[in-house]
């Protein structure tokens, strides 16, 4: 069936006579440069701030205040800034009050501490390490007299901060609590210090055990036979007992020198030096294992 043309229809409009559409454009008011926040895409990056540098300065270079007496005050003011370059200031400054004018510095040598505490615990290597330069210069000053005139809380957290810096894998970092280390155990007695010690030998931390370890070594190598048997023969042998068999070679050869230590002690002070008497004691004063671990240490050397 033929289909008959349809003569209403619309006519039919070339593309090139039709008219073209203009698109939409949505036109964004222009932010001013205050409104523009800081995480504006379209805005660049501003600058990062860089860290002013901080210079360490050797004991030898700090020198003494030529009015320590009017400089004192805006020390505490310097250690309380939450500048950190201006606590770095501070610090080196509590660092000549130490080295040349103690006595000022001796009434507020806890808040000192504490601020070194602080200043240890923070990420800035620079404060960190100049926190540490601090803790050395204190030790040297005042030497036991820090078990005396500041709160053993400010003395055992010093302690515990600087066996864990001196355990970091940041090495400048690690030698210079090494040396801070170093300062305390040459400073302050034997017999106080290793009551500090002591209880760091059994320290979840395996770093931190040897550390402790060859601070204690050092501590009893340079003690008397007398000391050694104050402190307590079995006692010692006892801490070296556990730390013979540490994963760590610094804290097992730490455990040997403590050893011979005791050992050397024992033949001067009972003016024996068989290896039976040695014997002797050790197994009378230890259990078993222990007692072998003893014998074998002095039997090798």
């Given at each position: 069936m033929a289909l008959r043309p349809i003569d209403n229809a619309l006519p039919i409009i070339p593309d090139s006579l039709r008219p073209?559409?203009?698109?939409?454009?949505?036109i964004q008011p222009q932010k001013k440069a205050s409104e523009i926040s800081v995480n504006d895409e379209n805005k660049a990056p501003l600058p990062q701030p860089i860290d002013a540098s901080v210079d360490y300065v050797a004991s030898e270079d700090l020198k003494p205040f030529q009015d320590p007496e009017s400089n004192i005050q805006s020390l505490v003011?310097?250690?309380?800034?939450?500048?950190?370059?201006k606590v770095c200031q501070s610090l080196n400054d509590a660092r000549r009050f130490s080295l040349y004018h103690p006595g000022l510095l001796l009434p507020v040598l806890e808040k000192v501490m504490l601020v070194v505490v602080k200043s240890m615990k923070n990420p800035r290597s620079a404060l960190c390490k100049t926190s540490i330069m601090a803790a050395s210069d204190i030790f040297n000053a005042y030497g036991e007299k820090l078990l005396d005139s500041t709160d053993s809380t400010a003395f055992d957290q010093l302690l515990l901060q600087l066996l864990l810096k001196a355990s970091q894998d940041k090495k400048f970092v690690c030698e210079e609590a090494d040396k801070s280390l170093t300062a305390m155990v040459n400073s302050i007695a034997a017999l106080?210090?290793?009551?500090?010690?002591?209880?760091?030998?059994?320290?979840g931390n395996l770093r931190v055990r040897a550390k402790a370890a060859v601070s204690i070594s050092n501590s009893v190598y340079k003690m008397g036979s007398e000391e050694i048997k104050e402190f307590g023969s079995v006692t010692l042998l006892q801490m070296a007992s556990d730390l013979l068999n540490d994963r760590?070679?610094?804290?097992?050869?730490?455990?040997?020198?403590?050893?011979?230590?005791?050992?050397?002690?024992?033949?001067?002070?009972?003016?024996?030096?068989?290896e039976e008497d040695w014997q002797s004691f050790c197994q009378s004063n230890l259990s078993t294992i222990q007692a072998q671990s003893m014998i074998k240490v002095v039997s090798s050397q």
């Open positions: 073209k559409k203009q698109a939409k454009v949505s003011e310097g250690l309380d800034s939450k500048d950190w370059v106080p210090l290793l009551q500090k010690l002591r209880r760091f030998v059994n320290h760590l070679p610094e804290a097992r050869e730490a455990a040997r020198s403590i050893v011979l230590s005791v050992y050397e002690a024992f033949t001067e002070s009972e003016k024996l030096d068989t």
